[in-house]
Nanobody, 120 residues
Framework: VQLVESGGGLVQAGGSLKLSCSAS????????ISWFRQAPGQEREAVAC????????YYGDSAAGRFTISSDNAKNTVYLQMNSLKPEDTAVYYC??????????????WGQGTQVTVSQ
């Protein structure tokens, strides 16, 4: 399982970013793909997930209403569109392949992460 994130950066509060996760080394629809984040000194937090079976999206509490997860199966890529960003969204964002299903946070593998920093 190989996953590579991109698209992070520095943005002002209220702004938007779109993260990308490119997957390889496995059949793309074998596993749901999740985004989770981790800030310094904090636990991992589930952000969003997209079902491999039917494309249904699932969101963690912090993401609901502001973030949108989508996938392009032809490109083996999952996206996370993040709008109305807040300083508390600052974290390293990882994409991961879920072993048991969306938001179980049991991962077969994950990428190196991409830093998202939201300034006041």
């Amino acid at each position: 399982v190989q996953l590579v994130e991109s698209g992070g950066g520095l943005v002002q509060a209220g702004g938007s970013l779109k993260l990308s996760c490119s997957a390889s080394g496995f059949t793309f629809d074998d596993y749901p793909i999740s985004w989770f984040r981790q800030a310094p000194g904090q636990e991992r937090e589930a952000v969003a997930c997209i079902s491999a079976i039917d494309g249904t999206p699932y969101y963690g509490d912090s993401a609901a209403g502001r973030f949108t997860i989508s996938s392009d199966n032809a490109k083996n890529t999952v996206y996370l569109q993040m709008n109305s960003l807040k300083p508390e969204d600052t974290a390293v964002y990882y994409c991961a392949a879920e072993e048991f299903g969306c938001l179980y946070m049991k991962y077969v593998g994950w990428g190196q992460g991409t830093q998202v920093t939201v300034s006041q």
